[in-house]
């Protein structure tokens, strides 16, 4: 049996960051330059013959064991679901994947920019429990403080995050108002049904669990500094994009 039990998140940070603001519009006014791995494009690449028999996409960022992976499948088998990992020992361990799910090791912000530029446009995007980073000078590794995350945004897609660290969730939903975002709801939510691994131990565990939801549709991403131009979407945006 699975021991359950896993501590909350502790932080000397209550409140969101003094510097999130600043962070995010640098990050949306100023193109990132990182070279991006050929190994990560070649993976990336390797996906768009499988793509191509399927007429939507749906994306698990950061997806562990891939359990979330073959649920979302199960659930929208229309639609292609790439879950991505940069744990090749997480993604070891995958077991049961329908046919319409894929995972793929690489890190998100190679990832991302190369959706971006091969014009995916996934119906839904799910980044459960990424990791909190929850000390203070930790805040530039989260991803709404990161460079990738106007490259985040411009993917579309209806977006939802999980997490069990309610600071998290707070500069999540701010940094998408900061970025333009209109719909934006944050909601604690209890998981009897969990959709994915972390999500079950930190229920099973009795943490607060937050979901903070939106739909990019609307954002007006042509004011980012992205590095490519937005070629035609790949994907039109359809199809399944409820939560849960
Ligand atoms: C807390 S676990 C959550 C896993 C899964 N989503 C779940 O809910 O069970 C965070 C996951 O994000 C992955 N991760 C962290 N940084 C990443 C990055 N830069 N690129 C890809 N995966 C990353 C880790 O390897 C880990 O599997």
Redesign the pocket.
């Known amino acids: 049996m699975t021991r359950a039990f896993s501590r909350p998140v502790h932080s000397s940070q209550v409140t969101p960051h003094r510097q999130l603001e600043a962070v995010v519009r640098r990050h949306l006014d100023s193109p990132w330059r990182r070279p991006i791995s050929d190994t990560a494009r070649h993976v990336v690449d390797s996906l768009i013959p499988w793509l191509a028999d399927f007429p939507g996409l749906i994306l ?6 891939g ?2 992976t073959a649920r979302l499948a199960r659930r929208h088998s229309q639609s292609a679901v790439i879950g ?4 090749a020992h ?1 993604l070891g361990r995958a077991r049961g994947l329908p046919d319409n799910a894929r995972l793929v090791r ?4 190679d ?1 991302w920019r190369l959706a971006y530029q091969r014009g995916w446009r996934p119906a839904a995007h799910y ?5 909190p980073w929850p000390k203070p000078g930790q805040f530039k590794r989260r991803w709404h403080a990161h460079p990738v995350w106007p490259y985040l945004l411009a993917l579309g897609g209806a977006i939802e995050l ?1 997490c069990n660290w309610a600071v998290y969730a707070r500069e999540f939903a701010l940094a998408l108002e900061i970025s333009g975002v209109a719909n934006v709801e944050v909601l604690s939510f209890t998981a009897p049904e969990p ?5 079950r ?1 930190y229920a099973a565990s009795g943490h607060r669990l937050f979901r903070v939801t939106a739909n990019l549709e609307m954002i007006d991403h042509a004011r980012f500094a992205l590095d490519s131009d937005c070629p035609v979407p790949a994907f039109p945006v359809s199809g399944p994009a409820e939560p849960g």
């Open positions: 698990d960022a950061g997806c562990g064991t359990e979330s991505i990992d940069k744990s997480r690489v890190d998100l912000a990832f980044l459960l429990y990424p990791n999980r959709l994915s691994a972390f999500e131990k």
